[in-house]
């Protein structure tokens, strides 16, 4: 991924279409910090808190792995805004 893919996905919500890229009010976010999806926005709101502390791993073909493969994120101790990344998975 080059400087221009990452600006392109600045400000972005992981999953959503393209015809609606940005977060909606009355939705909650994080931030994924690093890794393949970094500065991308993963709307939480739905998540129970046990969900929220285990992280995710989100489907992505930017990672090392490509398509089929995983970016593996989890919640930033002190700081439930972050998601920082902790490597690819298959």
């Known amino acids: 991924m080059d400087r221009d ?13 393209h015809d609606r890229p940005g977060p909606r009010p009355g939705r909650r976010y994080v931030e994924l910090v690093g890794g393949p999806l970094d500065g991308l926005l993963l709307d939480i709101t739905d998540w129970e808190q046990h ?5 995710a791993a989100l489907p ?18 002190g700081d439930p805004r972050h998601f920082d990344w902790g490597g690819d998975a298959p």
Do not use: K
């Not at 969900?51 to 992280?55: A, D, Q, R, S, V």
């Open 5 to 17: 893919d990452e600006q392109l996905l600045r400000g972005r919500v992981y999953g959503q279409d």
């Open 60 to 77: 992505t073909e930017l990672g090392r792995f490509g398509t089929g493969g995983r970016a593996m994120y989890a919640p930033r101790p």
């Open 51 to 55: 969900e929220i502390g285990t992280g």
